[in-house]
Structures are given as C-alpha cells and as structure tokens.
C-alpha cells in the first residue's frame, strides 16, 4: 500500500505536489494584489526611490525568513510548518497564537482578495453588483480546493504561469517605453525628481518615516512566499523540492517586484492621483494597467485588467489552501475543535475548508460599508498578522539551531542549510517589530485623531499578545529547553521515525 493510501485510510493530507507545483505555489500566493495595486501606493507614498529602497530592505528580510524556513521544512516537513516548529523549540502557546494569527491572516486576505476582484469588474462594468461577483469568485476558488490537493496545485500552476507571462510582458513593454522606444518620448528621470503638491522632491518622498510606511505593503506584496513551508506537508519529495522552490521563487519574485516597482517609478508620475493611496475608494487603476494606456496599447489595458483579475484569483485560492491546512493542523495538535481535522477521500480537510470559507464571507460585507474602506480594513489586519508569522519563523529558527546544536547533532546532516546564522534570524527578528509598532505611526501622526483608523492599524497587537499570555496561563505551558527540543518527524498519527 502507497503512502497516499495509508493517509487516505488514516484521515491525513496527501503527498501529491510536484516541484513546478511547489514553485508556482509561492509564486502565485505571493502575486496578487500586492503587485498590481499596492505598488502604486507604494510610489505614491515614498516616491519612486523610497519604494525601490522599502522593497530591497524588505526583499532581504522575505531572503533571511525563506533560507530560515527552508532549514526547518526540510528537516520537517509538516503542514503545521512553523506553528509547530514554535511548539517544538520555544513554547506551546507561540505554537498556538502563531497558527491561529496565520490562519486569520489568509482567510481575512482571501476576503480582500474577493474585494479586490469584484472591484476589478468595475474597469469593465461600473454599475456592477460587486458582492454577486465576490460571491462567485468565493465559490470557483472553494470548487479548486475541495477537489484536491493536486487539482489546487495545478490550477495555481497555470494560474501562476499567466502572471509570470504577463509580469514579463510588462516588464518588455515598459524597458521600450523607458527608452522611447514605445508610447512616444522616454521620460528619461523626470519622474523621479519631481516635486508634489507640498513642494515634498523625488525620488524619496515623506524621508524615512514614509519608507517605513511602505515596509507594511512591501510586506504584503511579499507574503506568501513561506506558503512554501506549508505545502511541504503534501509534496511529493520535500527534501528537494523545498529547497528548489525557496531558491527559484525567491530570486523570481524579487526581480518581478523590482522590475515593476523601477517601471512604475519612471513611466508613472509619484503626484498622479490615479494611484493607489491608502484609504482610497478606487482600486480599478491599477499602475500596470496605467502603463499599459501610456503607451498606446488601449486593448492591451484592458487585457492587463482581466490577467490581474485572475491573479488575484489565483493569490484567494493560495490563501484558502494555506488557511485551511493551518487550521487542520492546529486541530491534530489539539489547538482548535477535532472536527476541523476531518479529511474526505482526496486528502482534503473539509470541514476546515468550510471554515476558513465562512470567514472569507467577510467581503460581502463590501457593499454595506463601501468597497474601497472594506478593502482598506482586510488589507491592513492581513499585513500586519503577516508579519507576526515572519516574526515567528525567524524566532523558530534561531531556537530550532540552537537546539540542534544543543543536543548533538552535526550541521553537515541538515539536508539544507540556512546562510548568516545567527545573524539572519537577529536582523529578521529587529525589522518584523519595527514593521509591526512602526508602520501605521502615520495615525498618530495625522492632524485629527481617527479611531477608525487606530482601531483598524493596531487592533491586531492587543489581540497576538492576549492569545498568547491567554493559553499560556490556561494550560501553564513553559518555555521548551533546548535539550528537549523535539526533531522527530510524524510521517502520521501512529508511526514516527527520526531524522537525525
């Protein structure tokens, strides 16, 4: 009997992802409306300069957390990923809040990325009902997950396949028009020292306090990218395929976010008011489909708009995946009801599934409140639970080295090797806290006080600390010693075998 059957039989995932599928996987939850909107408020809020400079710092930190990740998923790869890596090597109740923070970070982010879809029909149909529309993109992504592991990894490879395409196509399109080449004269460095409305040059617009603004969308742009760590637990051959896949799709994403961000600079004045800003009600302009108009292309515009729709199809169904293995997880480990550990005949957690489902519901709520606000909610409580969970992978493998050190084991057998411990984790660990507290200080900062805008900007730290010192006190968990640490590997329920 395969290994497939015996999850069948026992109600475990099934090992069924291939290496293009891991590849696509992080590329296609890491794409969506992080690239084709976010990008814009990025520029418009830092310049042209500050978003390139807020997108390197933050591609070092996505390049530390995925070496990091990598390290632990190899050694195990669980569909836990680094809830139960913090369960293992530093407490129970970082396991436990760092798993439900993750699993509310994807099924808020599939809601926003419902929004933002049924706001994308308005490029083509203003007067659109956008919660008929949400309610449609809901079920075509459920359908792809329900089915299988393997149907959702192979809808999200040819999902990821278009935006790769078409990134590439943008990034042609826009060198050409650089240089003149395409859409008439070159704007040549114009845009990058321009001045707006408040007399503020590019490129670096607002100094550092803008820059760190923009760190919490540069870390929504790359979220996704640890989804890696998650589907190791289906894939059919996580020793190679992870470490694959962490140094593909790295580098990948970071020359498309690049690429685009450089593009935008240069083609797409910093002052236009077409670009997204934070707060805004209007999503349709997207800075891609901007460019494209600039040059003349007006059918190639409209083909732009209808490949971001499904990409940020393709980043909702990434996030239904991930959220309801996550709750799967946190189910077997006895950190959420059993029932949600419930697995049909293909290897898919049901009744988890429908959960996560439930929470994404949140956008039809869009049009009791407004689109664009709704959107503005979801978008910031999913970046900010985001960068929790990079706060804890990088905590995990500061303690999952340590540990291992600790108890004897030789380095030369991890299958792979994270680069510039400890220094990676320290540095991953400094920048998550900044983003975290620092971020959203425009608040404060704004000439009236909005509780809206605080309650919506910072809700989401009360709520991390209160869950952790919560279950902590309950079931009186401690810090794990080093030299208790566990390395074992559950191949399932029943039957273990070590790694070392």
């Known amino acids: 009997m395969d290994t497939n059957s015996k999850a069948n039989e026992q109600g475990q995932l099934k090992r069924t992802l291939k290496a293009r599928h891991m590849n696509m996987i992080a590329i296609g939850g890491s794409i969506g409306t992080g690239l ?189 990218t640890e989804i890696v760590g998650l589907a190791a637990g289906e894939s059919e051959n996580p020793e190679e395929n992870v470490p694959k896949a962490i140094k593909n799709v790295f580098w990948r994403i970071l020359l498309f976010y690049m690429g685009a961000i450089i593009v935008i600079g240069f083609l797409v004045p910093f002052t236009d008011p077409n670009l997204l800003k934070s707060g805004a009600d209007n999503i349709s302009y997207s800075p891609f489909t901007m460019v494209f108009k600039r040059s003349g292309l007006a059918i190639a515009a409209s083909i732009m708009n209808a490949v971001i729709l499904t990409s940020v199809l393709s980043c909702g169904n990434s996030g239904l995946y991930v959220a309801s293995r996550m709750l799967y997880s946190l189910s077997k480990e006895g950190k959420a009801p059993k029932f949600l550990s419930k697995v049909n005949k293909h290897g898919v957690p049901t009744t988890a599934l429908y959960s996560t489902t439930v929470i994404a519901c949140f956008a039809f709520f869009a049009s009791l409140i407004g689109d664009g606000k709704i959107y503005y909610i979801l978008y910031n409580a999913s970046g900010i639970t985001a960068f929790f969970a990079w706060l804890g992978i990088a905590i995990c493998h500061y303690r999952f080295r340590k540990a291992y050190i600790s108890q004897g084991k030789s380095l030369n057998d991890l299958k792979y090797r994270a680069k510039l411990y400890p220094f990676a984790p320290i540095i991953s660990i400094i920048l998550c806290i900044i983003v975290i507290f620092g971020s959203n200080i425009w608040v404060f900062q704004a000439k009236t006080f909005s509780w809206f805008d605080f309650v919506t900007n910072y809700l989401c730290i009360p709520i991390f600390i209160s869950l952790y010192l919560g279950y902590k006190i309950i079931k009186k968990t401690k810090i794990v010693p080093l030299k208790e640490c566990n390395f074992e590997y559950n191949e399932d329920d029943n039957k273990r075998k070590t790694l070392s």
């Open 36 to 224: 084709f909107f976010a990008s814009g408020s990025a520029v418009s809020t830092a310049g042209p300069g500050g978003a390139v400079l807020a997108y390197v710092i933050m591609g070092i930190l996505v390049y530390f957390l995925m070496t990091s990740l990598g390290e632990m998923a190899t050694l195990l790869p669980i569909s836990g990923s680094f809830e139960t890596y913090a369960t293992r090597f530093i407490d129970p109740a970082l396991g436990f809040t760092l798993g439900w923070n993750y699993w509310f970070c994807w099924a808020i982010c599939v809601a926003a990325e419902l929004v933002a879809g049924s706001m994308i029909v308005k490029f083509w149909l203003p007067n659109t009902n956008t919660t008929l529309w949400s309610m449609l993109f809901l079920v075509i992504i459920f359908i792809l997950n329900i089915l299988s592991a393997r149907i959702y990894g192979e809808s999200e490879y040819w999902f990821a396949s278009i935006k790769v395409i078409t990134i590439i196509v943008f990034l042609i399109v826009g060198v050409l028009m650089i240089f003149g080449i395409l859409g008439g004269k070159s704007p040549g460095l114009s845009n990058w020292v321009l001045s707006d409305a408040s007399g503020k040059k590019g490129p670096f617009v607002g100094g550092i306090s803008a820059i760190i603004n923009v760190f919490l969308v540069a870390g929504f742009s790359f979220s996704g």
